[in-house]
């Protein structure tokens, strides 16, 4: 592993058993992330992007295959340990938003420093700065409700960069936005790049996944192609 | 017994008094003294077989005392007002008791007894059962008769409205519970119902759905609920059974009781569903479907 | 953002299902802490009833059972044995007897007490006037009456008259003696209406035409400080074995062990249903709330936020409904008391002193301790769900559906 390997995937499968019998959601798939990658994949419904995602993000385990953050095996990790990763390290988009209704804008970008310990003076700079960077330091006292789609999915990702992560990973961000609005946060992702964080974009929208430095495409569980000039694998 | 005009009526004496079981053989050794019956406590307490001959006196000393044989056990009447009292008790006929208990120096107390309890032949009429008493205390100004029907200052009138209160107490804690979680379901439903207004149901269409739906949750509910309060009384009855020695019924979930249940649970849950959904019907459609 | 803070606004948010919520628990919390205050209310208040009258030892005659009326005899001997004890400040004897006032259709039923001590040695309070030790007018004897009594017979202090005493086990008909009201007094040992009237011995003999035998119903002994009620009984019961000396400890002691263990029955069965109740009841509405919520959940998780941190907020949600629930029970448990206790009273022959439910602060521990493990109980199946949930398959779960 490289200095600037973020996260290194080898041979992953996910093998979901259902009563009806197992799924094969991913089929043997690797990939490396590095520092400065923008990476989109795309794929038909069901073909596993969500599930490589999730394996990526320390969500969830492979049934085999290896993934290693940061030089660390992330299977050989306890549940806390691969959670402080995910609270430090890596960020998480959803195409649902999921931001805490219960709380305003503000609150939800700093929920992530309290949990990182980061002291009171340091999470008012941060969320402050966040919400500039996402330009909605006027809807900071606003609910999740009393914002639009849109609005909520750029709260979204100013969360997930609370803490600085490495690595951002993004599923389906712009799929519950009209194609305008999805514009909107695709700028925002590239800036987001362009400011140095890593992202994995999980996408069927072709001109989001247009932006990315790499694409891949994944069909029945695997990856398929890949961009060469990246030096990413993909079997 | 003569008849008061206007009843017929039949009565029964009763005294009642402390004896003191000295002892008790289980052979004759004498002329057969007379029968008496013990309840299944004394039996039990006191290591008695039926066929055992007993000495009663009035007192410890042995005043009076007589030879009993025990010619049967029964179970004594569970008295609700003393269930808690070991019944350590015989029967014995009249003339035999005041054998033991009356006193030679009153000749009164040889013809003197607790009580008398007299059934009339038109009883199930309480009005003039109490006319009866009234004019039975009329007659004998120093003896105090009254209708064992009035039901006024009876105790399991109180304790019954006791239980009443505790039961419209726990009903209205219950309703608010399940208001709240009527709420919770009628807000996962929100979107559903936002898009059924989108389309052009009418509220009315809705919340008949609801309220049928409601319907056949809260019967089947309260018909469980009776289930499990019937399967309870008898958890209820044998506990208390074995805690006082008494075959007194404690619970009783009568056919009246289980469809007084069901007459307030259904209301209730129909209610509390409707009045959720119709919270959430007030609402704007453009609120319902907006995340 | 503390756990706390964020269960805070949750409760805030879904401000509708909160508010129910901590209505259904103040209102069985209410019923829990009533029968708390039930399972010994009757005791405690035996024990203030009898602690607050002037004497602290009952002899009673007979089987030896402290709440008996087993007449005793040659009182009057008996009373001057007792008295004579060092240990012993006080005694007084008492007989009861049936009796009517007035004739006709509105003659009324009273029970008839003879004291031997003017004053009764604390088993009535007086109301209004006197008590017996005015001197009698003439050949009137001083009486105090019941106060409902005197309302019905309209009778105040210095009215007379006329009573007729009842003898069960005697075909005689007892001659009408006048009694003069000296007092209106409370009887709390007697029941709500009942008609009471209590004069002095002479009084009671002369109710009995002059003639009565040397017995008393209760005989009643104040002890001397010095020595207590514990020494003076066991004096007394060393002097005269034929008879039976309680202190107020023992005659409370036993009624708590046969008096009414009904109630305390149903208090610990009521105590116990109403605890599973409110948690069953705060327990399902907590796990509808979290399985509400699995997509947020699983997002906190996915964004890293702890297990811990998660638990913790389940269960300070937990413990605001129980708690805020909790402390609106009291103020309501007491207004339940006032209502469950008047209809208790009603029963019949029940002393009009006593009461059912009587607060002291046992109760209100145990209310706060039974709330607490509520809380946390009830929180537990919620918090497991939402710390183990699968956070992947949530996820996509949210998404699909």
Redesign the interface.
């Known amino acids: 592993m490289t200095a600037a390997e973020i996260v290194v995937a080898k041979n992953l499968t996910r093998v979901f058993p259902m009563s009806a019998g197992p799924v094969t959601a991913v089929r043997d798939a690797s990939l490396r992330m590095e520092r400065g990658d923008y990476l989109a994949i795309g794929g038909p419904s069901g073909c596993g992007k969500?599930?490589l995602l999730?394996l990526l993000?320390c969500?969830?385990t492979p049934t085999s295959g290896t993934v290693t953050f940061e030089g660390r095996d992330v299977g050989a990790l306890s549940?806390?340990e691969r959670?402080?990763?995910?609270?430090?390290r890596?960020?998480?988009v959803?195409?649902?938003f999921?931001l805490?209704?219960?709380?305003t804008a503000w609150?939800n970008i700093?929920?992530?420093q309290?949990?990182?310990g980061v002291p009171a003076a340091g999470r008012r700079e941060r969320t402050r700065a966040l919400l500039e960077y996402v330009e909605l330091s006027h809807r900071a006292d606003h609910l999740p409700s009393q914002l639009s789609g849109g609005e909520m999915q750029r709260v979204a990702v100013a969360?997930?960069l609370a803490n600085r992560p490495a690595l951002l990973l993004a599923?389906?961000p712009t799929g519950e936005l009209d194609e305008e609005t999805g514009e909107h946060i695709a700028a925002l992702f590239d800036r987001v790049h362009a400011d140095g964080t890593a992202i994995v974009l999980v996408t069927h929208n072709a001109a989001l996944a247009a932006r990315a430095k790499q694409r891949l495409a994944m069909r029945s569980g695997a990856l398929e192609g890949g961009a060469r000039d990246s030096g990413l694998d993909a079997r | 017994m003569r008849s008061l005009p206007g009843f017929g009526a039949r009565g029964s004496l009763l005294a009642g008094w402390?004896l003191v079981l000295l002892a008790s053989t289980s052979a004759f050794a004498d002329s057969a003294p007379a029968d008496i019956l013990v309840s299944r406590q004394l039996l039990a307490k006191a290591h008695l077989s039926i066929g055992d001959v007993v000495t009663l006196a009035a007192d410890s000393s042995g005043t009076r005392a007589r030879r009993f044989r025990v010619a049967g056990v029964y179970e004594p009447t569970p008295d609700p007002m003393r269930?808690?009292?070991e019944r350590i008790e015989a029967r014995l006929h009249l003339d035999d008791l005041l054998q033991i208990t009356a006193d030679p120096a009153?000749p009164?107390?040889a013809d003197?007894v607790s009580v008398i309890n007299v059934g009339l032949q038109n009883a199930s009429d309480p009005a003039s059962v109490r006319s009866f008493a009234r004019t039975l205390s009329a007659r004998t100004?120093?003896i105090?008769s009254e209708s064992t029907r009035d039901s006024d200052?009876?105790?399991f009138v109180?304790?019954d409205?006791?239980h009443a209160?505790?039961a419209a107490?726990?009903v209205?804690?219950?309703?608010?519970?399940l208001?709240?979680?009527m709420?919770?379901?009628a807000?996962?439903r929100k979107e559903t119902v936002g898009v059924l207004r989108l389309i052009g149901i009418s509220r009315k269409t809705i919340m008949t759905e609801v309220v049928v739906e409601g319907l056949l949750v809260a019967i089947a509910g309260a018909a469980v609920g009776v289930l499990i309060a019937a399967g309870a009384q008898s958890s209820?009855n044998r506990f208390?059974q074995a805690?006082y020695d008494t075959t007194l019924i404690f619970m009783r979930i009568s056919a009246r009781i289980a469809l007084r249940s069901i007459a307030v649970a259904v209301p209730v849950g129909v209610a509390a569903g409707a009045v959720a959904s119709w919270?959430l019907l007030r609402r704007g459609t453009s609120a319902l479907v907006r995340r | 953002?503390t756990a706390f803070a964020?269960a805070w606004?949750?409760a805030?948010?879904?401000r509708?299902?909160a508010v129910?919520?901590v209505?259904?628990?103040?209102?069985?919390g209410?019923?829990n802490f009533d029968m708390l205050l039930l399972s010994h209310g009757l005791m405690l208040s035996f024990a203030d009833l009898i602690n607050s009258t002037g004497y602290d030892i009952r002899i009673a005659g007979?089987?030896g059972l402290a709440l008996s009326r087993t007449p005793l005899d040659n009182s009057t001997a008996l009373m001057n044995e007792i008295a004579a004890l060092p240990q012993v400040e006080a005694v007084a004897a008492m007989r009861t007897a049936?009796a009517?006032i007035g004739k006709g259709r509105g003659a009324q039923?009273a029970e008839l007490i003879g004291s031997s001590d003017a004053g009764g040695l604390g088993i009535w309070k007086p109301v209004s006037g006197a008590d017996l030790s005015a001197p009698p007018n003439g050949a009137v004897a001083p009486a105090v009456i019941s106060r409902p009594l005197s309302d019905l017979l309209h009778l105040t202090p210095g009215a007379v008259f006329t009573l007729r005493a009842?003898?069960?086990?005697?075909?005689s008909?007892m001659p009408a003696v006048s009694l003069r009201v000296a007092g209106v007094a409370e009887f709390p040992f007697e029941s709500q209406q009942a008609a009471i009237v209590a004069t002095t011995m002479e009084g009671f003999r002369a109710a009995h035409g002059g003639v009565l035998n040397d017995q008393a119903t209760f005989m009643f002994a104040r002890s001397r400080r010095s020595a207590g009620p514990d020494a003076a009984a066991a004096a007394i019961n060393r002097l005269r074995p034929d008879v039976h000396a309680f202190s107020n400890e023992q005659v409370i002691a036993n009624f708590g062990r046969?008096a009414f263990?009904?109630f305390r029955?149903i208090s610990i069965?009521?105590s116990t249903t109403?605890g599973v109740?409110s948690f069953l009841?705060v327990a399902?509405?907590l796990t509808?709330?979290v399985n509400?919520r699995l997509?947020?959940v699983?997002?906190?998780?996915?964004?890293?936020?702890?297990?811990r941190?998660i638990a913790a907020t389940l269960l300070w949600e937990s413990a605001l409904l129980v708690g805020i629930g909790g402390l609106f029970a009291l103020p309501l448990g007491e207004l339940?008391a006032l209502?469950?206790d008047r209809?208790?009273r009603?029963?019949?022959g029940l002393p009009s002193g006593l009461h059912f439910f009587v607060f002291e602060p046992r109760s209100l521990a145990l209310h706060a301790a039974v709330l607490a493990a509520t809380a946390l109980v009830a929180a537990m199946y919620p918090v497991w769900l939402a710390v183990k949930l699968?956070?992947?398959q949530t996820?996509?779960q949210?998404?699909v559906s």
């Open positions: 969500s599930t999730h993000g969500v969830d549940d806390s959670g402080r990763i995910r609270l430090t890596i960020g998480f959803f195409q649902r999921f805490l209704p219960m709380l609150e700093e929920l992530p309290s949990e990182a969360r997930a599923d389906e | 402390l269930f808690n009292v009153n009164a107390s003197a100004p120093f105090y200052n009876y105790t109180v304790i409205r006791f209160a505790i107490v726990t209205i804690g219950s309703t608010a519970f208001l709240a979680l709420v919770i379901r807000e996962e209820v208390f805690r919270t | 953002m964020l606004r949750t805030r948010r879904y509708a299902r129910l919520a209505v259904g628990v103040a209102v069985i209410a019923l007979g089987t049936d009517v039923q009842r003898i069960g086990d005697s075909l008909a046969n263990t009904y029955q069965v009521l109403t109740f009841l399902t509405l509808v709330s509400q997509g947020e699983a997002a906190l998780r996915a964004l890293g936020i702890a297990r941190r339940l209502v469950l209809i208790l009603g029963m019949p699968p956070i992947a996820l996509r949210e998404v």
